[in-house]
């Protein structure tokens, strides 16, 4: 096997034999297991039917004993289930000539043929049904026993990856043979920063990641792992948009008030998302990452993929063959073992969040938020539905041979939200995703073309409390008494802008309002107040335009001390008609942009390099808020204060939350030079696209990979150079980024 795929386990002849003799037992085992289970299921469900239908007798009329009642039960199953297994691939065959129409009840009637014989043929020599009855018996008998056999093949990948096959193999036979170039399956692990990936690898979470980066010291490194930074929007909708359309601009946080529009843009709100989309395509002239023969699954934004599902950005339009937004839900469920196996899975991860959320209050764990209400639905839909059908369809877009594919899974980023980003429920996500990746590197094997898998995050999540748990009072209620209007007793909480909950509200049709904001707030003095996770943003709706910081102060006057001088906040973001842009601060410090660099950061010091230019191109953005408020952050502890219900929180500067990753393989080039940093989601962009021309053409291996297994530390650069990021006719930088937005140069700290 050749590719990103190809791994050699370093073990002797001997060491392979065993290891391969174990895993036959074990499959032998468990499979022995699973029949038993089924038997004694069956076994019980007969001798309840027999307690019921009075026309089905597992005894003699004389009476016996429950021992001999029960051998009789069992026999009857056994008999009725080996019959199904020998019989019924031979009467298949000749089923096929029977009309559609007649299959249906000739099913039934076979069936309960069956059982009359097992009857019969039952050593005990007791058992008998009438016709009609043993129909009933047999069909509620196979049912109990096709439910029992995907329950207990929940957790067993090959079964369920042999089941996706199935699924897709009738599309992929009817395809022409797939090209000899490389396909490329671009995985976003939702949330997942870089620091959580490495401290996963080492705890020995994530296996299948362990094995490509070669830190087992039993196989070869595949891949290597590079940081990025995000924008100052730290969170999916921003860095979705840039790495699939190539343009984060005017994207200033997670939802914002648009006074243009006099509207609440919110990133996870389908015709929020659509609008987006469709402002990145002209403002770059391009249609996406995916235009080629490209599939999107899972995501916010479609790519310009031709094959779409579960796209959020084409949920509010009318179903047909050009729109398939919910089109990978059919496809998933119309297989009932699939169906099983999610339903039981649904329910585990319910009460799996029940027991955790009961335990989280028993030990009084803090910080901690409310986990009650429709929250263990949404989890258990974005850990489990979500995940299942996003896999399933990548694996169909595998075996259909398609060139490029981008998938989002949320499921680690909706736990961290509630959880916690480094707690024990969000590390046993991490470890559900990893064998998520297994198998779909596995299933990358049988494809018609060769693949190669590209591992990458949105943004991180940075722990902490919330504002209001801290403080007793919301950014919010702050800003009502700056200016001086009353404020509520018990403030209101804000919703979770979890991806998941937007998921669920498209696949049900029903309209996505996040945060408890108005799509259309009334023109009015009172500022409308919107969280993105620890950014703040403050706009006043009666005015047209951005206010000034003179504006402000005019209309009032303790607004802007009140803020800066809280211990909460970081800093602020304002503009002013002498300085433009200026960063206030606590203790009346007031710098103006220009005069902000990684050398003399003033208030933006504790956030770290590169904070300074995300705010300064934020600034340049329209539709940037009247005051932009980042909360504090601890950079001892990489804590910030969430201005909404969260204690994994990410969409400000702070922390992790800015810190995701970029696991990518060997064959393909470095993503920067030694050296350099990656910096926003643009530039993510342009390397994915450099990637996809790699993929057309023949393959060198650019590092040595012995000098690349180095235990989580920095390489040398690679052997050869790297092309440049810019792909041929994409739009120039717009003219208002600065230099280090319009041509960032990304630094490769490989693994």
Known sequence: MTGWGAARVRCGPGREVRGVR??????AVSQTGRSVTVWAVSTLTMLILAGILPDFQLQSADGDSATRIAVTAALGAGGFGLLSALVWPLMVRFMLLVPALVLGLLVFFLNGALLLVALRLNPAERGDAGPETAVVVAAVMSAVASATGGALAVRDDDAYRRRLYRLADRRRRSLPPGPVTHGTVFLQLDGVGHD????????????????????????????????????WSSQTGASQLGILHGSTFDVPAFRWYEKDQREVVVCNRPTSAAALQ?????????????????????????GGADEQALVLSIATKRRSRENRSRAGYFAYFSDPANAVRTALSFFAEVCRESGQSLRARLRKDRPRVSRGGLYPLVRAFATVVERDVVVAAVMGDLLAGRTAVYADLVAYDEVAHHSGPHSGDAEKVLARLDRSLALIEKCAEHAPRPYRLVILSDHGQSPGETFRARYGLTLGDLVRAGCGLPVPRRARSTRSGAEARAAVRAALRRPVEEGGEQHRPSRRSEPIVLASGNLGLISFPDVPHRMTKEEIDARHPALLPTLANHPGVGFLLVRSEEHGGVVLGAYGAEIPLDALDDTDPGPLAPFGPGAADAVRRTHTFPHTADIMVNSFHDPADGEVLAFEEQIGSHGGLGGCQGRPFLLSPLALSAPAPDGTDLVGAEHIHRVLRRWLRECDGPQVPLTDPDRT?????????????T???APTGSPAPHADAPAAFADPTPRDETV
């Open 196 to 231: 959580v990936l490495l401290a996963a690898v080492r705890k020995g979470l994530m296996p299948t990641v362990t094995r490509w980066l070669g830190v087992d010291n039993q196989s070869e490194p595949t891949h290597r792992l590079t940081p990025w930074r995000t924008d």
């Open 709 to 721: 297994r180095a235990h989580l530390s920095p390489t040398d650069p690679p052997a050869r150079s």
């Open 723 to 725: 092309p440049t990021d």
């Open 22 to 27: 174990g895993g036959r037992w074990r499959k």
């Open 278 to 302: 469709r402002r990145a395509v002209e403002r770059t002239g391009d249609g996406g990452l995916l235009t080629r023969d490209g599939a999107s699954r899972g995501n916010l934004f479609s």
